[in-house]
């Protein structure tokens, strides 16, 4: 899948969720981890939003200033796990088109290692 040149719209608003792994890929980068990421009450960190976008969102160029070092969610996007009907591709994205069959089932299984991921990491938080 490429990106609709110039699209940040999953960037506005985000409810990504962070592995243990991407926070400390991301904190290898020197960004300190409170800086960066929310946490709320179900126990799971997000990335945080400054001014109702990623906080690693350069405004000016539409770019992550991270990608490369980008969260595993944002590398799966735009497959997404929605409660009600499962794993889809986010209405949102402008390119959701662009994703065959294929590269469907690769970001469902990458998303679902993910999901493991941080259910592990919630379930570690309740036993403390």
Do not use: Q
Not at 8 to 31: A, P, Q, V, W
Not at 35 to 50: A, E, Q, S, W
Request: charge should be neutral; hydrophobic fraction near 35%.
């Amino acid at each position: 899948m490429k990106c609709v040149k110039g699209c940040y719209i999953c960037c506005i608003n985000t409810n990504m969720e962070l592995t243990l792994d991407d926070i400390k890929r991301i904190e290898s980068l020197g960004f300190n981890r409170e800086y960066f990421t929310v946490v709320y009450d179900d126990g799971i960190p997000r990335l945080r939003n400054i001014d109702g976008a990623c906080v690693f969102l350069d405004r000016s160029s539409g770019l992550c200033k991270i990608y490369g070092y980008r969260p595993y969610g944002c590398r799966i996007y735009p497959v997404i796990y929605d409660f009600n009907r499962g794993f889809i591709i986010d209405r949102i994205c402008p390119a959701r088109n662009t994703i065959d069959e294929r590269e469907f089932h690769g970001r469902v299984y990458s998303l679902k290692w993910v999901l493991d991921k941080l259910s592990i990491m919630v379930d570690a938080d309740d036993k403390e």
